[in-house]
């Protein structure tokens, strides 16, 4: 009798910078992550909450701009997977003294590290440390582009709660233009087989939106009976100054997701937030507290799913790409 | 050499590069297919000790011309050509000369065929003065590579908001004034700048960075497809067409000459062919990187790619390219600009915007425009050769048909040699070449300048 | 060898030869009877055992081993699943993912907690799952149930109930299957 046995080793998952490294197939890089997840989620409600799968592993926060929760998150992913965690902050660091990016990296690495956790406001800042670091990097959020472990989150949290994603229709909500959150979800949600819709201002969509799998509408109410997941984005106050929206009020008014807007989604819909909510003005008070808003779920997806990727990434020895099944 | 002294006008002399120290007893150019603007014909060309091109034609008898012992150059297969002029030129000196330097640029320049280039007044300190020009001229006459001229700021600092002292630098040869690295926003200011420079003694042409900041403020690619994509603020085409339109009508108003720089859009593009068919005084230049990338490039997110005007569509290079071939666009200019590795390696949008373009840009033209038949090549030298020269104010000297008793200002070039961009080979003393590892056809061989030789056999001569 | 150590070890996949069967389906069946009886008889009944599974080899095992201790004993014992992926000491040594999640049934204090695989081979998995089962617990007392042992331990590790020892040179391969067991060579 012979049996063939696959080999696991084909492509690479050397840096998550993008949902696009979760490929060639997406859908299916996707799914690998949110399966191992499971595990992780298992793990993190273990009265001790912690493996060795990472011991003797360095992971480094360097986070060029301040987001405590997507840090913490991070770290206690890191922490749980027993790797030994740095924080480098670079608000008051040698950073701010006109330190190159590059220097920077170099000197982190010198350390002795294995993977690098980057949160930038410049778009594309992860893709480049990526060209001159050796270790893993994940790209934590930068600028405009993409925040893919956010994404992925997500993606489990839709997955827990309403199952597979093919056909669900998602509206997501705001400001689209620049949200780093938005362009991995449209990526990863439309990877799955949902179907997005973007609803916002012309004003705070992208320029152009070509190439992009999805429908545009500028009347939310007209999107949320139909709808099963209400994924609303931060309204942040500056848009006002740099005349995008005339204020907050008026966005509230069209946008904002109201006690009577909430009423018009089905029974089963979602409401999802990347966090930090602005109460009363992308979402109402009391919506946010209603059972069916899981913002508290994706937080705490948000460790399980970052443990799984840093599992992947740094621990599993597993390459990309190649099917795990014999 | 340019003589930073020399008098306002001197249009009488036909050579201004000092050939005293040489010891050069002329050359003969044998074989080559000489291409100017008269014409395009295999000949010999025998360059005479005075830096003059002694005679031109078939089988050239050097010991009767008096050249028995002039070196021969076997340059079968080769193009002859006037030096090429560059109007488009950043040269960091003075103040940043990490990045380059007047003799460093005006090497890279040779390198690349040029003869003659006109630095951008964007140093620091600006060239809005009588004394920074004497400086940039002395400096480039020292390098002795090429005929370094100066373009003057339009405004004092390159501000926006006073006319700089024109007719003085206008004195010391300056002929084109330029904001370059923005335009100058203020319409009345741009007005009185244009019928002020009308009257000066001599003719000169105010070249034009069009960009309304108002629109592209914030912005730091081509707004479009892959702005949106890649999450990086955009600056529209609009930014650019508005003030290409502003000055078309401002030339109307005033009569006077507008030269528009690195034409990127379309939309540019049409507006400056509809003036031209109006009969206004207007002319552009388009660079290598507008008629060859696309913003597609950025993806990479290397700063490499980042260069103002921004790489457009596709649609906007095909429109570059038909610009360029029915004469809207008058010249191709390199925009050649120089930044050092420590401040390209930064994120994207803290990145300065340029990438070089000197030693690339004939080679360029020849793969991108001349082998898909956009351009015949005689017109890819037109527009590199004799129509800057015009624009610049020095055709006097430069972009001659190569005939008896002109100055051999002459590039030599093998339109068939390939070769492959290494940025490390390059003698920018930067290396933000967006052509890295690209195999290109068209190899400098010789150039020279007033008959000797700043460049032999790939080589620069000093 | 188990299923993930099979596939999982250089040169991580390939294609099994078997060349000789070793066991039945009807020798396994008879082996994991008996060893039901001497899991009853070592503990003196099953009011406290637990059994659990490796991931993956050892699940059918286990559910086996579960099913006979009913049969003898009319009394269902709790069935766990353990992973040990997170606790493999040759991690980036090469390729480790879990195949399921973990399922431990109650809290194993005071439990006796037999672990079952299908081959027992170097050890180095039954290591990493002792470490994995004290996150869960302090069991009374860990014994070890294994199709098949093979011998050439790295670990000082002993089973507690064996189906059959099995002589084998290191770089043969045992291939565990409903069908029975064959020994052969790893091609790849």
Redesign the interface.
Known sequence: ?????????HGDLRNLLSVADLGPDVASGINRVLT?T??F???SE?A?P?????KGRTVVSLFFEDSTRTRLSFETAAKR?SADTMNFSVGTSSVKKGE???DTIETIEAMGVDAIVVR?A????P??IAQWANSAVINAG?????HPTQALLDCYTIRQNLGDLAGRQIAIVGDIRHS?VA?SNVAAFSALGAEVTLVAPPTLL???????PVKVSHDLDSVLANTDVCYLLRMQRERMTEALIPSLREYTATYGLTERRADLLPGHALVMHPGPMNRGVEIAANVADRPNAVVIDQVRNGVAVRMAVL?LL??????WGGE?D? | MPDPDREPNNRSRKVDVDNSTSTSSGWILRGGRVVDRSGDRVADVAIAADGTVAAVGLDLDAAGLGLADAPVLDVTGCIVAPGLVDIHTHLREPGREEAETIESGSRAAALGGFTAIVAMPNTEPTIDSAAVVRQVQSAGMAAGLCDVRVSGAITVGREGKALSPMAEMADLGVRMFTDDGCGVQDDRLMRRALEYSSGLSVPVTLAQHCEVEALSEGGHMHEGEWSSRLGIPGIPAEAEELMVFRDIALARLTGARVHFQHLSTAGAVELVRQAKARGLPVTSEATPHHFTLTHAEVASYDPVFKVNPPLRTADDVAAVKAGLADGTIDAIATDHAPHTAEVKEAPFDHAPCGMLGLETALALGVTELVEPGILTMTQLLAAMSWQPAEIAGIADIHGLPIETGSPAHLVVFDPTEEWTVDPSELASLSANTPYAGRTLRGKVRHTMLCGVPTVLDGKAQR | MAERERRLTPPYGGVFVARTRVMTAEDMQRATKRMAHEIIERNHGLDEVVLVGLQTGGIRLAAQLAEALRLIEGYEVPVGCLDVAFYRDDIGLRPVLPEAVTDIPGDLDSRVVVLVDDVLFTGRTIRAALDALTDYGRAKAVQLAVMVDRGHRELPIRPDFVGKNLPTRRDEAVDVTPDGVDLGEMIK
């Open positions: 009798m012979t049996r063939v046995v696959a080999n696991p080793r191992l499971d595990s989620v298992e793990v273990r001790i912690k493996v060795p799968a990472l997977l190159s990016l590059r930038h410049s778009a594309g800042v893709l480049q930068d600028g405009w582009h993409e780093r362009r992208p320029p152009s939106l070509e190439g992009w599992f740094l621990g599993s020895g597993i390459e795990i014999a």
